[in-house]
């Protein structure tokens, strides 16, 4: 019912997509000869055309000429991104380590490029040492997580996780919490421990959307209702979409929990034909009314003049108001005339028949609303009382013999209906 997806940690996620595990294509074919009288500028664009062609090793050789050419460093970082960019990692091996014979100093972005790269070999050893010389250079949220996942590539999980630690503890860094939580969960096998360790972050430092989602996607991984109905509130908050509130709905439903829901579709505005219907249920006629009449003026729909007319009847004390009665008839007049729904048609023939309008007229509504749920014990009843209005005590007695079958006597209107119509079958009526 939920859908997740646990997100496994990836250098995608550390270095601009840059993949640790993909096969190297061949290391692209350099320039044999320079293009003749062609400028700088027209260089720089044949190597965007490239790039935007996906030509990404054609995109680098126009990079090193430009370099040759300008001794523009410029140039050659964006030959070394194209090299990264192409998963060319072999050539970007062979360069950056060609740069540190030359005595030259990598910059960090290039060190990082070159865990990477001896990641793709399989070169742990090397990717673990330059990482780890990155975070004595700079200990960076950025650089402690390069270095966790050398380890986790190797199924390293304890070394792993400390290292995120030191990290996490620099600045609480959310990202890195959710790959310690990730790691946990996925590659410990231990998910309640990973839940525990974004809950005590949530509660030094309250909810956030990434946090809250993993939490959310980890919860129902489980199939834990209670810890979905914790969770969801505060991400419907961050993030107050249709989906989520769909979701929360579902878990008040699930559990039980109907003044929560109520609230919540109060508060929201979600679902308010879902509301109307537990305000009906609760006999919240007041609020019920309201949102009907509110639904009518906004949809124009006559389900919902029916059931506001339907619902004043019901909240009514003194039904015996004539004009109170002449509104209930008008609106479910207007209803039926476009919507044949047995449950409006009975409404309005019973109070045809029940208080003398027309009781000829209310059995037509009454035999309409037969015609689409003939098994209706309630319709049958309105059709007996419709007898009984007519003096036909026998064909109402015989229906209401087939009320009792299906509702029992206990029903007071039903008791009513019975007591009339055996002292109208004795010629007390």
Request: with cysteine; hydrophobic share 35%.
């Amino acid at each position: 019912m939920f859908k997740t997806g646990l997100i496994t940690l990836s250098m995608l996620a550390l270095l601009s997509g840059c993949a640790t595990t993909s096969t190297p294509p061949e290391v692209p074919k350099r320039q044999e000869k320079e293009p003749l009288y062609v400028d700088e500028n027209t260089l720089i664009l044949f190597a965007l055309d490239a790039q935007n062609r996906g030509k990404v090793g054609e995109a680098v050789s126009y990079y090193d000429l430009l370099y040759k050419r300008t001794q523009d460093k410029v140039y050659e970082d964006m030959a070394m991104d194209g090299l990264m960019q192409g998963h060319y990692y072999k050539d970007l091996i062979l360069r950056l380590t060609a740069k540190r014979e030359q005595g030259e100093t990598l910059s960090e972005k290039e060190q990082r490029y070159l865990v990477v790269a001896y990641l793709s070999q399989r070169a742990f050893v090397k990717a673990e040492s330059e990482a780890k010389s990155l975070i004595e250079k700079e200990p960076t949220e950025q650089h402690y997580a390069l270095l966790a996942e050398v380890y986790r590539i190797q199924k390293k999980y304890i070394d792993a996780l400390a290292t995120l630690e030191k990290g996490y503890a620099i600045n609480y860094s959310e990202n890195l919490l959710d790959k310690i939580a990730v790691i946990i969960y996925v590659n410990m096998n231990s998910p309640y421990e990973a839940i525990g360790r974004l809950q005590k972050h949530v509660e030094n430092f309250g909810y956030s959307l990434a946090i809250t989602k993993r939490l959310a996607a980890f919860y129902a991984n489980q199939k834990d209702e209670k810890g979905l109905l914790e969770v969801y509130p505060h991400l419907y908050k961050l993030e107050p979409t249709k989906e989520h509130a769909n979701v929360l709905i579902q878990l008040y439903w699930n559990t039980h929990k109907k003044q929560e829901l109520e609230k919540f579709l109060e508060e929201s505005g979600q679902n308010d034909e879902l509301l109307l219907q537990l305000y009906t249920s609760d006999k919240n006629y007041k609020k019920a009314i309201a949102l009907a009449a509110k639904l009518y003026k906004e949809k124009g729909d006559l389900e919902y003049l029916g059931q506001k007319a339907i619902l004043m009847y019901e909240a009514q004390k003194n039904r015996n108001d004539k004009k109170f009665l002449d509104m209930v008839i008008s609106d479910l007049t207007k209803v039926v005339q476009v919507k044949e729904e047995g449950y409006f048609l009975n409404y309005l023939g019973y109070c045809l028949i029940n208080y003398d309008r027309d009781v000829a007229k209310g059995m037509e509504y009454i035999k309409r609303a037969l015609a689409l749920e003939p098994e209706s014990a309630y319709f049958i009843d309105s059709l007996a009382w419709g007898y009984y209005k007519e003096g036909q005590c026998h064909k109402a007695s015989e229906l209401m013999d087939k009320v009792v079958e299906k509702l029992g006597a206990k029903d007071p209107e039903v008791k009513e209906h019975i007591k009339a119509i055996n002292s109208c079958l004795k010629g007390k009526k």
